[in-house]
């Protein structure tokens, strides 16, 4: 969605917005990383999803709560 949204606006805070949105849909614990977030030439879009996962100790704890924190590369490109 943020490479479609790319190709049919070049904004990129509305591209970011898509995949965003498209993330948050999925989950809503979802954000996407507005470090990680960039688009190649051939519109490729790179990003990072994060999420913590609700434990019953793990996050609770601050020598495991890193243990909780869930990060997942992603790239896509739409094809026009």
């Known amino acids: 969605d943020a490479s479609e949204s790319w190709q049919r606006t070049r ?3 509305l591209a970011y917005n898509a995949a965003v949105a498209t993330a948050t849909e999925a989950n ?3 954000s996407v990383d507005t470090k990680t977030f ?3 030439r051939d ?5 990072q ?3 913590t996962a609700p434990t019953l100790l793990v996050y609770r704890w601050s020598k ?3 243990w909780a924190e869930l990060t997942r590369s992603a790239k896509g490109r739409t094809v026009n």
Not at 43 to 47: D, E, F, I, K, Y
């Open 43 to 47: 519109n490729t879009v790179h990003l």
């Open 11 to 13: 904004n990129l805070q």
């Open 38 to 40: 960039r688009i190649d």
């Open 28 to 30: 809503p614990a979802n």
């Open 64 to 66: 495991t709560a890193p």
């Open 49 to 51: 999803v994060e999420r």
